[in-house]
């Protein structure tokens, strides 16, 4: 049986949850570090190499910080993410703004910020330049269509939104470098949660290909490749992490193949990784609040769908360790279900775990990235609290547990108290 050891005790567990009630995601800054480590370890060959964790994976400034104090950028795609950067002390260039169907009022913030913008669209260029102008440096987002396959995620490039055609590519970079831009780049993302490494030195290697046709035919010298994110995490047990020194090192040889020798090199490499990086080192921990035996055996959590979206929206993986029970013969067959009037609340079906009586602590993992984050409200469900697990032991609250009263903040009660439920047609009509 597949074991992943955690980096905490049931005791150290129930501890934390005395001041810190359940459920919670819990991050473990030690592991995110050396993981962030290891990824800029891979790259060392390339010396513009730059790394802008994709924001949406956890948007937590405190998460930011530390990443920023590795040598990270981030990827924002909207406006509380680039203030939530910018908060965290993340500006300039050290800012991706890689978003789609933008409203103006981001591209004004990402431009404010001076934030490297990647457009995902051709009709972006007069946009932009009637919003804010077209900067000095702008990097566009390619769409390989037919040319590559996609991911169960995010689907095959044909049929999605993203990025700039090929033809639109060398159009809109020579239309960009009309208007005044200076330094370009080009970037794609097509492929997330991939476990397959070959696909990154695969997307490295049509990002060099494409860079090279546009110094031919455009007389452009690209600044940088993006190869986005989209490195998966093993979580299922036969899963197998991404080899990052492989994929660096296949890169380089590409690199070494293709650039080194012409008028591109130097050439930075970026990445916008978001769930490889904090994905693994985080776990929302829950209790079990009720066992129920019908046709089959429901262990009730106090944790639901609201704190972790991913095997109900996909159908997701998320390993369960019972806290305490490590050891234990996995020898009952449960689902594990939240509290949402839905049938698919539920964070495993038929799993294999050791006898789980009511009080114990159940703990997924996995979550350090699309858990909190792609939480929500449905059904008057409050969002848990982030807590972060230090190198030293301490443990600290990152986020607090939101409140009725934050649940209701967007409502006006007093108002509602002058509600008549027949319109009294004192004001204006609009209609
Ligand atoms: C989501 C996203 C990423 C990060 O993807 P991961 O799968 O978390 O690595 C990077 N870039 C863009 C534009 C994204 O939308």
């Given at each position: 049986m597949h074991k992943r050891q955690l980096p905490f005790t049931k005791e150290n567990l129930e501890r934390i949850s005395e001041i810190f009630p359940t459920p919670f995601h819990i991050y473990d800054e030690k592991a995110i570090r050396a993981n962030a480590r290891e990824l800029l370890k891979a790259f060392s060959w390339n010396p513009g190499f730059k790394?802008?964790?994709?924001?949406?994976?956890t948007p937590n400034p405190f998460i930011l910080k530390i990443l920023k104090s590795e040598g990270f950028g981030t990827d924002c795609s909207s406006l509380p993410e680039l203030i939530l950067s910018e908060k965290a002390g993340i500006t300039g260039e050290e800012i991706m703004f890689s978003s789609n169907d933008t409203p103006a009022y981001e591209f004004k913030k990402a431009r404010e910020l001076g934030s490297?913008?990647?457009?995902d669209d051709i009709n972006h260029i007069p946009f932009l330049e009637k919003t804010c102008g077209i900067p000095e440096v702008i990097s566009v987002r390619y769409n390989p269509g037919k040319l590559r396959?996609?991911?169960?995620?995010?689907g095959n490039p044909e049929d999605v939104k993203y990025g700039f055609t090929r033809e639109q590519i060398f159009s809109g970079l020579s239309q960009l470098r009309q208007k005044g831009a200076k330094r370009f780049g080009i970037h794609t993302f097509i492929a997330s949660n991939e476990l397959n490494p070959d696909y990154f030195v695969d997307t490295a290697?049509?990002?060099?290909d494409l860079a090279l046709e546009i110094m031919e035919?455009?007389?452009?010298?690209?600044?940088?490749?993006?190869i986005s994110g989209g490195i998966g995490i093993p979580y299922k047990p036969d899963d197998k992490k991404v080899?990052?020194?492989?994929?660096?090192?296949?890169?380089h040889k590409r690199y070494d193949e293709k650039i080194k020798d012409t008028l591109l090199h130097p050439l930075s490499l970026f990445m916008e990784c978001g769930r490889s990086i904090t994905g693994p080192y985080g776990y929302l921990v829950s209790r079990v609040l009720h066992k129920k035996e019908i046709y089959k055996t429901h262990i009730g959590l106090d944790a639901c769908m609201a704190n972790l979206m991913r095997p109900g929206m996909y159908g997701a993986y998320h390993n369960i360790t019972v806290?305490?029970?490590?050891?234990?013969?996995?020898?009952?067959?449960?689902?594990?279900t939240g509290s949402l009037c839905e049938s698919i609340d539920r964070f495993a079906v038929d799993r294999e775990l050791p006898e789980i009586e009511i009080g114990d602590l159940v703990v997924i993992h996995d979550t350090g990235a699309h858990g909190?984050?792609?939480?929500?409200?449905?059904?008057?469900?409050?969002?848990?609290?982030e807590l972060l697990l230090r190198e030293s032991g301490e443990v600290i609250e990152i986020r607090r547990s939101e409140t009725v009263e934050d649940y209701f903040a967007t409502l006006d009660f007093d108002k509602l108290k002058g509600f008549h439920t027949k319109s009294q047609g004192h004001k204006e009509k609009i209609i």
């Open positions: 790394e802008y964790f994709a924001v949406k994976a490297v913008i990647n457009l396959d996609g991911s169960f995620i995010m290697n049509m990002l060099f035919k455009l007389d452009i010298r690209l600044e940088f490749v993006n080899d990052l020194m492989y994929v660096g090192d296949q890169i806290a305490g029970k490590e050891n234990h013969e996995h020898d009952h067959i449960y689902d594990v909190h984050s792609m939480g929500f409200n449905y059904n008057g469900k409050l969002r848990s609290a």
